[in-house]
């Protein structure tokens, strides 16, 4: 006899089980596959912005320094210029990937969600799937299954459009952190993103426009981390991945819904992809409790629109180096105002916003840097 679940959640990475958590928190029966096993881990700069901390201790989980390394801020750098901004609103922190999927798994295993480890969808119709080959019906679908999302392609809500396309690589050193901060190191089209993770180990994560780029080869042109590296040990594999700023055409329709990369990806360079799945999964969460889709689409739209208007500007100082440099050399003159802008992309709580008048003045304050 055929067993089922108010909602079936395919894909079992951050955004996927912060789904099933939100859901369960509110009383729904959720079942969460995915063909691939636990350690789940995947390339990012593994930094979780105050948005992001909060979102999780919604969902129930507490980051500490038990756990965690806290983060007092973001350092962007050139070959010229440094600017420092502290995040004045609360807190961030540093953590390998996989530490953080575990941590989600045992939250959700505690609330009673059930997992279908190594099992693939081979199947979906609008009201139940076959799990390897077995009827499961549902209620509610939910796509956490990343970029290629085969619930986006075959519930029509794909494709998406493309505006840029990328690539992050990423490993671990074994070193003693040199900063409480997250450093962010500019170059020609590529960034070096520094994280620290643990007392005794940073991530090194490389952002490029060039897919034959690779650690080693970034740190050539960064000769300052590549000296504080000096002789330490990579702690793990190099990895990578495609980072993409991608919209949908839609991220629910009827009983369908997309959380996470599946339904927008942000380009990595912004450092918000995990804080925003979070925040979409306990506005999911709801919005399956009410069966109501209406206010998720509402609220994802909304909570997107910062997080592109900074992935925009990021990338247009990636393209055009003299734009960089200009900017750096102003907010090196100018910290206060870098750290109400760090504040404001760290966006907990809401901070006041910049209003147009001082965009103005701040772009006319970067051409003539």
């Not at 643990?198 to 897919?211: F, K, N, Q």
Request: aromatic share 8%; proline share 5%.
């Amino acid at each position: 006899m055929a067993t089922g679940a108010e909602v079936l959640i395919v894909g079992a990475g951050p955004a996927g089980i912060a789904t099933a958590i939100a859901a369960s928190q509110r009383g729904l029966r959720v079942t969460v596959a995915d063909a691939r096993r636990p350690p789940i881990d995947k390339p990012c700069g593994e930094g979780l912005l105050p948005e992001g901390v909060s979102a999780l201790r919604q969902l129930g989980i507490w980051l500490d320094s038990s756990v965690a390394f806290p983060i007092a801020g973001l350092r962007f750098s050139d070959e010229a210029s440094s600017a420092c901004g502290r995040i004045t609103r609360g807190a961030a922190f540093g953590l390998r990937r996989n530490v953080l999927h575990d941590l989600l798994v045992r939250r959700a295993v505690a609330l009673g969600v059930s997992f279908r480890w190594g099992t693939r969808v081979t199947e979906l119709n609008s009201d139940h799937a076959r799990l390897d080959g077995v009827l499961f019906p549902f209620h509610w679908l939910v796509g956490a299954d990343g970029q290629r999302s085969i619930v986006r392609k075959l519930s029509g809500l794909g494709p998406r459009r493309v505006r840029s396309a990328r690539f992050g690589f990423r490993c671990h050193f074994a070193v003693t952190p040199w900063s409480e901060f997250v450093e962010v190191y500019w170059g020609e089209h590529c960034q070096i993103y520094v994280t620290p993770t643990g007392p005794d180990e940073i991530c090194l994560a490389v952002l490029t426009s060039d897919p034959q780029m690779r650690v080693a080869h970034a740190l050539k042109h960064f000769p300052s981390v590549a000296r504080r590296l000096d002789d330490a040990c990579r702690s793990s594999e190099e990895t990578g991945c495609q980072t993409v700023l991608e919209f949908p055409r839609s991220m629910a329709r009827g009983n369908v819904a997309l959380v996470g990369d599946a339904s927008f990806t942000i380009d990595g360079i912004t450092g918000q992809g995990m804080s925003l799945a979070f925040q979409q999964a306990l506005r999911l969460g709801d919005a399956l409790a009410s069966e109501d889709l209406g206010p998720y689409r509402a609220a994802h739209r909304e909570m997107m629109q910062e997080p592109v208007r900074m992935a925009r500007l990021l990338l247009l100082l990636d393209r055009q180096a003299w734009l960089r440099r200009k900017a750096l050399r102003m907010f090196s003159a100018n910290p206060k105002l870098f750290s109400r802008l760090i504040s404001s992309h760290a966006n907990c709580p809401k901070p006041a916003p910049i209003r147009a008048g001082e965009m103005f003045d701040l772009g006319w304050q970067v051409l003539r840097a």
